[in-house]
């Protein structure tokens, strides 16, 4: 079970910090990543958009769109992966999704690779 919290309504410029709790006894050797995608575009699950994902060793990678202005990190004794989201914008807006990938290949930015996912977590960002 993976389940997703801390979003919001805030204003742009703005912070929040979601949260990711997977149920699962080898957490710690698992990447997740961190998706998004706005219900009132797009509702093709392919083509939600990747964010960022953490690997089992801390390494990470973020797309451009958010580089430099979120963060991924995880917290292993709490099966916790966080997306602390400094200077929010308007297009930031979205139902945000943590997907757990279980296959032990590094970290990846494409939904396929992911196994278990999420309900997601609206954030909404004003301007």
């Known amino acids: 079970q993976v389940v997703e919290s801390g979003g919001g309504l805030v204003q742009s410029g703005t912070s929040l910090r979601l949260s990711c709790v997977a149920s699962a006894s080898s957490f710690e050797t698992y990447a997740v990543g961190w998706f998004r995608q706005d219900p009132e575009k797009e509702v093709d699950f392919i083509k939600r958009e990747f964010v960022a994902a953490i690997g089992w060793s801390g390494q990470y990678t973020y797309s451009d769109s958010v580089k430099g202005r979120f963060t991924i990190s995880r917290d292993n004794a709490k099966n916790t992966v966080y997306l602390q989201m400094d200077s929010l914008r308007p297009d930031d807006s979205a139902v945000y999704y943590c997907?757990?990938?279980?296959?032990?290949?590094?970290?990846?930015?494409?939904?396929?690779?992911?196994?278990?996912w999420g309900q997601g977590t609206q954030v909404t960002v004003s301007s």
């Open positions: 997907a757990v990938d279980v296959g032990g290949s590094g970290i990846h930015t494409t939904v396929h690779w992911y196994d278990y």
